[in-house]
């Protein structure tokens, strides 16, 4: 297992915006690797979902574990997920991302999801997800797309953020 640098958007905005590609051929020992590698990284981080994207691999892989800080880790792991079905019903929640770092906003996404996708073991899963649930895998799904949570706020905001993060990357003068 091994810790992976995180891209961010102020070195690495070009990577960030790629669409991830649907993995072929299953769940191997090798893409097995790729996600502890992942969840290492993102506990060290510390976070509660990574995608592949963000260690700079363009594949439809995450990793999730949105357990309170006392409770036992429960890693959540999803090669290519899809949504099946959205609530009608949206839900707004104060999101940050680990690749644009120390900015946190209010997000709106529907309430609950159906998943699909495949796990650790490469057996299909389909499950409803909802509350912090719904909104990190929404938040990771957006990843696989090239989207930030920043692009679902206004421009001035999301340029604001975006500067930010290149401020707080400069070296100190
Ligand atoms: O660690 C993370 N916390 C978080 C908080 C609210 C909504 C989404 C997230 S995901 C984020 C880690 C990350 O950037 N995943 O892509
Ligand atoms: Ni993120």
């Known amino acids: 297992m091994a810790i992976?640098?995180?891209?961010?958007?102020?070195?690495?905005?070009?990577?960030?915006?790629?669409?991830s590609s649907p993995?072929?051929?299953?769940?191997?020992d090798e893409l097995r690797a790729l996600m502890d590698d992942m969840l290492e990284t993102m506990y060290a981080a510390p976070g509660i979902g990574l995608a592949a994207?963000?260690?700079?691999?363009?594949k439809r892989i995450i990793v999730m574990d949105i357990e309170g800080p006392d409770q036992p880790k429960k890693p959540r792991y999803f090669v290519n997920p899809e949504i099946?079905?959205?609530?009608?019903?949206?839900e707004p929640y104060?999101?940050?991302?680990?690749s644009v770092p120390d900015i946190y906003d209010e997000v709106e996404?529907?309430?609950k999801v159906k998943l699909r996708y495949l796990d650790y073991d490469g057996n299909e899963v389909?499950?409803?997800?909802?509350?912090?649930?719904?909104v990190c895998i929404q938040h990771e799904m957006d990843h696989l797309e090239g989207v930030l949570f920043i692009d679902h706020l206004s421009r001035l905001k999301r340029d604001r953020a975006v500067a930010k993060v290149r401020?707080?990357?400069r070296p100190a003068a």
């Open 4 to 19: 992976r640098p995180i891209l961010t958007v102020d070195a690495d905005m070009a990577t960030l915006k790629q669409v």
């Open 23 to 28: 993995v072929e051929g299953g769940v191997t």
């Open 167 to 169: 401020k707080a990357a």
């Open 94 to 98: 104060e999101e940050g991302c680990l």
């Open 126 to 134: 389909v499950e409803d997800a909802e509350g912090l649930y719904a």
């Open 109 to 111: 996404r529907p309430a």
């Open 84 to 90: 099946l079905e959205a609530s009608e019903e949206l």
């Open 53 to 58: 994207i963000q260690i700079g691999v363009p």
